[in-house]
């Protein structure tokens, strides 16, 4: 600075932004920028709130905590949330770190819904319960992993773009099970009757424990994957720059390939949670958009397994609570859509504050008299 | 230059404000001859009396409005506290509803209804695991195969609206035909359909029925979508039955697609769910739609006087559950309301009934079979739900793949 040219002193705009060493911001610092982003986006949506709503800040954020967590009912279902939010979450993870936009964990999961379902409804009775299990995991998984592998193949070998065809590929999913759906149900009605009957087992009475404790294993599972096995170094570089892998031997086809199918199988187990542990049916929504809230999980946490468990929570809560809002106060579900847009964006603008520090140009003062 | 444009810009706006104080003008409707009946209180609602509602979408849906506009009316009509009703929206179909519904009976619902055909498995689940509580569904068609006591389905006699408004459509099509615009034989509807159900096709038989009662050389062409709500699919069906000569559409889809082309290309239009005058000053002529708030005074009055619901609910004219709009005499023919206040005493004391095998065909022959009683096809008689689906001629399906 000292030694710029007077007339370069004279442009210095009054503020720039800088990087920020990442080594060198506190973790009190992180607290800190986080807790006032998060109370600035309280604050201001609570006074949207009172402008659009007329309804009391105070009262609709008690309803939003009421929502979540007002009976052990409602705590369940969140735990459920968070468990089936995570799981597709943790499939998208592992392509993401690696720079691969798998943008079609939609369709992957409803595929292997539908396979799962498909396998319940005519193979049901032709075998013991728990035989049957095995196959319903074995053919959910390999539905996944089938819809995963096309694209990473083409992606692989021809370099074709991975995010318009994993998009593209949720629509081939959806009518799939549209075709499905109009083709096997017999009444002509479109909706397929449950069949707990062939469900996954229900354990300690709750209906969503096996859920939740399988994808708690899957969390730790995929974490340490990541973070300590080969696989997850070569897919850390492979994301960095493909060059430096090649230069260092990694074979980069074979790396996207079997991180594909790593991302399918989640999804697989995902469609086979969703189908055979919850609803015990399928329709074109039984995936409901989680294939894409689950990037922002993954974006919002850095890809850390561990932090997913977190973001899942605020995206559930943000979710159960805005339900609860337009409930508890009559008012239109687009406001409650307005005040979760509000949270999240201070959540990720709090980021570049994070990465980047503002700085006011000192020299400016004299350079302007 | 500048100033010219702002001057421009500012009779464009005024020019603007005026063409929409013309448009909104409900005002122009006559008084209808099928109209919303008040809801009555005779009886008390306890003091820890709670009904819940389980709604698919929000207000932003013409089909989930009709309920929710339902919903307040009755609580407003029976005086319920704030206490004693809860509206959950946007509740899909699926393990959600079941636990919404759970959550429900939680917070003290004596009453829980859903609203949306694929929630009804999760409501039966939730009334087996929740046998004190009763559970009401709209459009399902369960309740008489389970014998679930605490299990209800619901529905209307839309059938008989479609008929009121099929008459006026027949009506349209004579007054063409006395001043010479159309020929007898070129008197061809066109509907525009969701699906290939039952509660579509028993819709549209209703409808033609109705216009064939006063104009008898109608014919019909239907063209389906394939979705409930799809604007462009909607416009794009009218459109192409437009082109085929159909001098007139109505439409059971809840966009509106259908109305929108009709008044763009000035075919008069039969419309659904409500009045869609407002776009369609000129070619709006009436609509009906299902009263829903009759049914939730009736199952609120069973809650609380401890009378049983019954297993199939399915209100008619005389409920109140089948209501019209008033009637648009700029497109309707003379005498549209006159002839639609008689037509609805003659189905009221059962002189007329919509589907008299007498009045139609299939392939040429008179229906007969299970539901063919006294020579009437008895329809939401064994369910509440339509089951009514039989092609009968003079209607011609232009695809089947939905």
Request: net charge neutral; hydrophobic share 45%; aromatic share 10%.
């Given at each position: 600075?000292?030694?710029?040219?007077?007339?370069?002193?004279?442009?210095?705009?009054?503020?720039?932004?800088?990087?920020?060493?990442?080594?060198?911001?506190?973790?009190?610092?992180?607290?800190?920028?986080?807790?006032?982003?998060?109370?600035?986006?309280?604050?201001?949506?609570?006074?949207?709130?009172?402008?659009?709503?007329?309804?009391?800040?105070?009262?609709?954020?008690?309803?939003?905590?009421?929502?979540?967590?007002?009976?052990?009912?409602?705590?369940?279902?969140?735990?459920?949330?968070?468990?089936?939010?995570?799981?597709?979450?943790?499939?998208?993870?592992?392509?993401?770190?690696?720079?691969?936009?798998?943008?079609?964990?939609?369709?992957?999961?409803?595929?292997?819904?539908?396979?799962?379902?498909?396998?319940?409804?005519?193979?049901?009775?032709?075998?013991?319960?728990?035989?049957?299990?095995?196959?319903?995991?074995?053919?959910?998984?390999?539905?996944?992993?089938?819809?995963?592998?096309?694209?990473?193949?083409?992606?692989?070998?021809?370099?074709?773009?991975?995010?318009?065809?994993?998009?593209?590929?949720?629509?081939?999913?959806?009518?799939?099970?549209?075709?499905?759906?109009?083709?096997?149900?017999?009444?002509?009605?479109?909706?397929?009757?449950?069949?707990?009957?062939?469900?996954?087992?229900?354990?300690?009475?709750?209906?969503?424990?096996?859920?939740?404790?399988?994808?708690?294993?899957?969390?730790?599972?995929?974490?340490?994957?990541?973070?300590?096995?080969?696989?997850?170094?070569?897919?850390?570089?492979?994301?960095?720059?493909?060059?430096?892998?090649?230069?260092?031997?990694?074979?980069?086809?074979?790396?996207?390939?079997?991180?594909?199918?790593?991302s399918g199988a989640i999804c697989g187990i995902a469609g086979l949670l969703l189908v055979g542990g919850t609803n015990h049916t399928i329709s074109t929504t039984t995936v409901?958009?989680?294939?894409?809230?689950?990037?922002?999980?993954?974006?919002?946490?850095?890809?850390?397994?561990?932090?997913?468990?977190?973001?899942?929570?605020?995206?559930?809560?943000?979710?159960?609570?805005?339900?609860?809002?337009?409930?508890?106060?009559?008012?239109?579900?687009?406001?409650?859509?307005?005040?979760?847009?509000?949270?999240?964006?201070?959540?990720?603008?709090?980021?570049?504050?994070?990465?980047?520090?503002?700085?006011?140009?000192?020299?400016?003062?004299?350079?302007?008299? | 230059?500048?100033?010219?444009?702002?001057?421009?810009?500012?009779?464009?706006?005024?020019?603007?404000?005026?063409?929409?104080?013309?448009?909104?003008?409900?005002?122009?409707?006559?008084?209808?001859?099928?109209?919303?009946?008040?809801?009555?209180?005779?009886?008390?609602?306890?003091?820890?009396?709670?009904?819940?509602?389980?709604?698919?979408?929000?207000?932003?849906?013409?089909?989930?409005?009709?309920?929710?506009?339902?919903?307040?009316?009755?609580?407003?009509?029976?005086?319920?506290?704030?206490?004693?009703?809860?509206?959950?929206?946007?509740?899909?179909?699926?393990?959600?509803?079941?636990?919404?519904?759970?959550?429900?009976?939680?917070?003290?619902?004596?009453?829980?209804?859903?609203?949306?055909?694929?929630?009804?498995?999760?409501?039966?689940?939730?009334?087996?695991?929740?046998?004190?509580?009763?559970?009401?569904?709209?459009?399902?068609?369960?309740?008489?195969?389970?014998?679930?006591?605490?299990?209800?389905?619901?529905?209307?006699?839309?059938?008989?609206?479609?008929?009121?408004?099929?008459?006026?459509?027949?009506?349209?099509?004579?007054?063409?035909?006395?001043?010479?615009?159309?020929?007898?034989?070129?008197?061809?509807?066109?509907?525009?359909?969701?699906?290939?159900?039952?509660?579509?096709?028993?819709?549209?038989?209703?409808?033609?029925?109705?216009?064939?009662?006063?104009?008898?050389?109608?014919?019909?062409?239907?063209?389906?979508?394939?979705?409930?709500?799809?604007?462009?699919?909607?416009?794009?069906?009218?459109?192409?039955?437009?082109?085929?000569?159909?001098?007139?559409?109505?439409?059971?889809?809840?966009?509106?697609?259908?109305?929108?082309?009709?008044?763009?290309?000035?075919?008069?239009?039969?419309?659904?769910?409500?009045?869609?005058?407002?776009?369609?000053?000129?070619?709006?002529?009436?609509?009906?739609?299902?009263?829903?708030?009759?049914?939730?005074?009736?199952?609120?009055?069973?809650?609380?006087?401890?009378?049983?619901?019954?297993?199939?609910?399915?209100?008619?004219?005389?409920?109140?559950?089948?209501?019209?709009?008033?009637?648009?005499?700029?497109?309707?023919?003379?005498?549209?309301?006159?002839?639609?206040?008689?037509?609805?005493?003659?189905?009221?004391?059962?002189?007329?009934?919509?589907?008299?095998?007498?009045?139609?065909?299939?392939?040429?022959?008179?229906?007969?079979?299970?539901?063919?009683?006294?020579?009437?096809?008895?329809?939401?008689?064994?369910?509440?739900?339509?089951?009514?689906?039989?092609?009968?001629?003079?209607?011609?399906?232009?695809?089947?793949?939905f």
């Amino acid at each position: 600075m000292e030694n710029m040219a007077k007339s370069e002193k004279k442009n210095t705009p009054l503020l720039h932004i800088v990087k920020r060493d990442q080594g060198t911001v506190t973790w009190y610092y992180k607290l800190i920028v986080r807790a006032v982003a998060i109370l600035a986006a309280i604050l201001v949506s609570g006074i949207l709130i009172t402008i659009l709503a007329k309804a009391n800040p105070i009262e609709v954020y008690g309803s939003m905590v009421d929502g979540v967590f007002g009976s052990s009912r409602r705590i369940w279902n969140m735990l459920q949330g968070v468990a089936m939010l995570l799981c597709v979450s943790l499939a998208v993870t592992p392509a993401f770190k690696m720079k691969f936009w798998n943008i079609g964990a939609e369709g992957q999961v409803l595929i292997s819904g539908l396979a799962c379902v498909a396998t319940m409804m005519f193979l049901g009775d032709t075998m013991p319960t728990a035989l049957l299990l095995v196959v319903m995991t074995v053919v959910s998984v390999l539905a996944g992993m089938i819809w995963a592998l096309l694209p990473a193949l083409f992606k692989a070998y021809w370099n074709t773009n991975e995010t318009l065809f994993t998009l593209m590929m949720n629509y081939v999913a959806t009518q799939l099970v549209a075709w499905f759906l109009k083709a096997f149900v017999k009444n002509g009605s479109g909706v397929l009757t449950p069949m707990p009957e062939y469900g996954l087992p229900v354990i300690g009475g709750k209906a969503y424990l096996l859920n939740v404790l399988l994808v708690a294993v899957l969390t730790i599972a995929v974490y340490v994957y990541l973070r300590y096995s080969k696989h997850g170094y070569e897919i850390s570089v492979v994301g960095e720059s493909e060059n430096t892998a090649r230069y260092i031997g990694i074979n980069v086809k074979k790396v996207v390939v079997r991180t594909m199918l790593i991302s399918g199988a989640i999804c697989g187990i995902a469609g086979l949670l969703l189908v055979g542990g919850t609803n015990h049916t399928i329709s074109t929504t039984t995936v409901g958009g989680r294939g894409f809230t689950a990037i922002m999980v993954s974006w919002l946490a850095k890809f850390n397994p561990l932090y997913m468990v977190l973001t899942s929570f605020l995206l559930i809560f943000l979710e159960m609570g805005s339900q609860q809002i337009s409930t508890d106060f009559r008012i239109s579900s687009s406001i409650a859509d307005i005040v979760t847009g509000i949270i999240l964006l201070f959540i990720i603008g709090c980021e570049f504050f994070l990465q980047y520090r503002v700085v006011v140009s000192k020299n400016r003062k004299e350079n302007v008299k | 230059m500048k100033k010219f444009l702002a001057l421009l810009l500012a009779v464009v706006m005024a020019l603007g404000l005026a063409a929409c104080g013309n448009n909104s003008s409900t005002d122009a409707l006559t008084e209808s001859p099928l109209g919303v009946k008040e809801i009555t209180k005779d009886f008390e609602v306890k003091a820890d009396f709670k009904i819940g509602f389980i709604c698919l979408h929000d207000e932003k849906s013409t089909y989930d409005k009709n309920f929710l506009d339902a919903a307040d009316e009755v609580i407003k009509a029976l005086g319920l506290t704030k206490d004693q009703y809860i509206i959950k929206i946007n509740v899909p179909e699926g393990n959600e509803c079941y636990e919404a519904a759970a959550d429900l009976v939680d917070q003290g619902c004596k009453v829980i209804f859903a609203n949306s055909f694929g929630h009804e498995d999760f409501m039966l689940k939730a009334a087996k695991d929740f046998p004190n509580v009763e559970f009401c569904h709209a459009t399902g068609y369960k309740a008489h195969l389970e014998n679930q006591p605490n299990y209800h389905n619901a529905f209307a006699s839309i059938y008989e609206g479609r008929y009121l408004a099929g008459i006026a459509a027949g009506m349209k099509l004579n007054e063409m035909i006395a001043s010479g615009k159309i020929t007898a034989d070129q008197a061809k509807m066109g509907y525009v359909g969701a699906f290939t159900y039952a509660e579509v096709i028993s819709g549209y038989s209703s409808f033609y029925l109705g216009a064939k009662s006063v104009c008898p050389s109608v014919t019909m062409e239907v063209q389906f979508t394939g979705s409930w709500y799809d604007a462009v699919e909607e416009q794009n069906a009218a459109e192409a039955l437009i082109a085929r000569k159909c001098v007139l559409i109505s439409q059971h889809a809840d966009s509106m697609g259908a109305p929108g082309a009709c008044e763009a290309a000035g075919v008069p239009n039969v419309s659904y769910n409500g009045a869609t005058v407002e776009a369609c000053p000129e070619t709006f002529i009436v609509s009906s739609r299902i009263n829903w708030a009759p049914y939730f005074a009736y199952i609120i009055k069973c809650a609380n006087t401890g009378a049983k619901i019954d297993t199939d609910w399915c209100g008619g004219i005389a409920e109140g559950s089948v209501v019209l709009t008033g009637i648009n005499e700029k497109a309707a023919a003379k005498d549209t309301l006159k002839a639609l206040k008689a037509a609805v005493e003659d189905l009221k004391s059962g002189k007329v009934k919509v589907f008299d095998t007498k009045n139609f065909t299939v392939e040429g022959k008179t229906v007969t079979g299970d539901n063919v009683i006294n020579g009437i096809f008895e329809e939401s008689k064994t369910q509440s739900a339509p089951y009514f689906d039989l092609k009968i001629d003079g209607i011609t399906r232009l695809n089947e793949k939905f």
